[in-house]
């Protein structure tokens, strides 16, 4: 992948195994639950961590994460 700068940007694939809900101000972006598949540390392959993803989402995509050591903050019911 190519960022917008010119530099290679390293991304690592994870599988949306849950969708949590909307999330956001306005319910603008999706927390899910995904499987990362490949990452820097082989501590985290197959590690299930909580992201928040704007656009677009089904169970089964596959994303590109930058990180694979952040994880997104729980949705609190109210």
Same mark, same amino acid.
């Given at each position: ?24 101000? !306005? ?19 197959? !590690?299930?961590?909580? !992201? ?13 994460? !930058? ?12």
């Amino acid at each position: 992948m190519k960022g917008g700068d010119g530099m290679a940007v390293e991304s690592w694939p994870a599988e949306v195994v849950e969708i949590v809900g909307r999330t956001g101000m !306005r319910g603008e972006a999706t927390q899910v639950k995904v499987r990362v598949n490949d990452a820097p540390n082989p501590r985290d392959v197959g !590690r299930i961590i909580t !992201r928040n993803v704007l656009g677009p989402v089904r169970l089964g995509d596959v994303l590109m994460l !930058r990180d694979t050591g952040r994880e997104a903050k729980r949705l609190n019911a109210r």
